[in-house]
């Protein structure tokens, strides 16, 4: 039995052997061998590229501002995906004093739009750059004020700390940074990327050097005066200009007869008259301008001097005024004292209550002589039954002698049955019209006569306060002179006075013309307007023109100016009955000079 176990194991063992021999003796075709050995050993896979060469992550900027520069350093941390060289913005701080790039290869240039950081080496950087920014002062502003500019580099965080010199107590900015101030006294802000910023850095408000001189200013006047039967009434305005110092009480002496109504402007509202003198107390100290308006009034007066307001202390006072009469008279120029025609120039900064005030405006060259003024009422005077608010003459000469004369007279009328005209001698009626519808004028003083050699012509009036338009049409002998000389063109004298003339004259051309009197120039504005109106008393009805004896005619218009001819306008306040005819300089052209 022992002897059949043994053989049993050998048996065993050598199935076995048999077995682990086969396996190692495995055999495959070499093409499938390289493919499993392939599959076993696969390739790495490939690195990806970065999505940009670099990535500017961070600008923290330190700022040390001192009165006349400020000293910026900043700190950049980047990083960069390859080893090529890369371009940084850097945005723009100044003038650069120092880098340091912490063992890296790198330097700052220059480019159109501030600095630019060249740097290389694959991975984190860390770089400090430092540099100065010039500072100005505002010598002008009434704080210690200091500026400068800074352009923030193209960084996705710009923020930083602000450090400034004792005196400065407000920060701003003109731009997208924000400011918040700290605990220590010290700002901080941020900034969008790449973005420029304007800084501002306040102290606390002192006074400026022209300010601390003593005092000097100049100032303009102007007054428009109305005059009723019951009151007098004054605007003023006056305008102090400081040219150094600084004005604390304004000093307006009133002239005499008048009281203070009332004050508007940037004063306080607590003015005070110290005796005749009016006090006024800006709401701040001036140191540029200050403007205020006065409302004066006193008793009714025949006879009236401009009154003139002109402030104490003044360097020099340019002085304007206007006068008025509203009411049933006429205000005339009784002296004329020191006063001129002004220009538009000087008329420009006045406030929209003088402008629209009525009356014509000039300028008083002599506060020792202003323009004197008399008043005459109707109920006082027979003349004034009919009074003449404009009277428009336009004429037009030719070479031959003859000139075209037309007139328009707006007339308004309280009594007086007629409007007489004395017109240049050997004048010749073509027309004569009252608003519009054809009449017959006469002879003044003689019933039924119409027309006079003498050039007195008298116009029926009807009773009326509304303003009523005559019109009168002819020609008339106008000699010009046949080389340089003087010639006048004639006015009608009037049973009226006209309280403003104009006139336009039509001269033929090849020579030049001018006005003897050149305070006279002014424009024409067109002709009244004449509304139809039916004959409102007896006398008007018997001379008015029947329909039947023709077609209503148009409303005339100024003559037009042929080609070649010259047109020369004056106006002026006349406040006359006879005004004074115009006279007029003619010049002969020179020749041109002829280059060969």
């Not at 290869?105 to 430092?130: D, I, M, N, S, Y």
């Not at 019209?433 to 009807?462: C, H």
Request: net charge neutral; with cysteine; hydrophobic share 45%.
């Amino acid at each position: 039995m022992m002897r059949l176990l043994r053989i049993l194991s050998l048996l065993a063992l050598s199935a076995s052997c048999a077995l682990r021999v086969d396996a190692q003796e495995v055999t495959l075709p070499l093409a499938e061998y390289d493919g499993l050995r392939a599959r076993a050993n696969p390739a790495a896979d490939p690195v990806a590229a970065p999505p940009a060469p670099f990535a500017l992550e961070l600008a923290e900027i330190g700022i040390k501002v001192a009165p006349e520069s400020a000293r910026v350093t900043q700190t950049l941390r980047f990083t960069l995906y390859d080893d090529e060289w890369r371009t940084l913005p850097l945005g723009e701080a100044g003038s650069m004093i120092s880098a340091d790039f912490g063992g890296g290869e790198g330097r700052v240039e220059t480019v159109e739009k501030g600095w630019a950081l060249q740097v290389r080496g694959r991975g984190r950087h860390e770089v400090k750059l430092e540099s100065v920014l010039p500072v100005t002062r505002d010598e002008a502003a009434t704080r210690p004020t200091w500026r400068f500019a800074l352009r923030a580099p193209a960084a996705a965080v710009v923020r930083g700390r602000l450090e400034m010199h004792p005196g400065v107590e407000d920060v701003e900015t003109e731009g997208s940074a924000v400011v918040d101030r700290n605990t220590d006294g010290s700002w901080r802000f941020a900034m969008p990327a790449g973005v420029a910023a304007r800084w501002t850095l306040s102290g606390r408000a002192v006074v400026p050097r022209r300010a601390q001189l003593p005092l000097r200013f100049e100032a303009t006047s102007a007054t428009a005066s109305t005059l009723t039967q019951t009151r007098f009434r004054v605007l003023g305005w006056v305008q102090v200009r400081v040219a150094q110092g600084r004005l604390e009480e304004l000093r307006i002496p009133i002239p005499a007869g008048l009281k203070v109504a009332g004050v508007q402007g940037p004063v306080e509202p607590d003015w005070r008259l110290d005796g005749e003198t009016l006090v006024l107390k800006p709401l701040a100290p001036v140191e540029d301008s200050l403007a205020v308006e006065v409302n004066l009034t006193g008793e009714p007066r025949d006879k009236l001097t401009t009154p003139l307001l002109i402030p104490e202390g003044s360097a020099r006072t340019a002085l304007f005024a206007k006068a008025y009469l509203q009411g049933d008279g006429i205000l005339s120029l009784a002296d004329r004292g020191a006063a001129r025609v002004p220009d538009d120039r000087e008329a420009a900064g006045f406030p929209e209550s003088l402008k629209s005030a009525e009356g014509r405006l000039f300028a008083v060259t002599d506060a020792a002589r202003p323009p004197t003024w008399e008043a005459a009422w109707s109920e006082r005077t027979e003349m004034l039954a009919a009074q003449i608010d404009r009277l428009v003459v336009d004429v037009a000469a030719g070479e031959a002698g003859r000139a075209s004369y037309q007139l328009w007279a707006e007339v308004r009328n309280r009594g007086a049955q007629q409007l007489s005209f004395t017109l240049p001698p050997g004048f010749e009626l073509v027309e004569a019209r009252r608003d519009g519808a054809p009449v017959i004028p006469g002879v003044p003083g003689v019933p039924g006569a119409s027309g006079t050699s003498s050039g007195a012509l008298a116009v029926p009036l009807l009773t009326q306060e509304a303003p009523q338009v005559v019109y009168l049409l002819g020609v008339f002998a106008l000699p010009l002179p046949p080389g340089e000389g003087t010639f006048e063109v004639p006015l009608p004298a009037l049973s009226a006075p006209a309280g403003k003339v104009e006139v336009r004259v039509i001269l033929p051309g090849g020579r030049s013309y001018e006005l003897t009197d050149a305070s006279r120039a002014g424009s024409v504005a067109p002709p009244p307007r004449i509304a139809a109106r039916q004959a409102a008393n007896a006398m008007a009805q018997q001379v008015a023109w029947s329909p039947r004896s023709g077609p209503p005619l148009a409303g005339a218009e100024l003559f037009p100016c042929p080609p070649g001819f010259v047109g020369i306008s004056a106006a002026w306040s006349a406040l006359s009955a006879n005004p004074s005819a115009l006279s007029l300089r003619a010049k002969n052209e020179k020749e041109k000079v002829q280059w060969f």
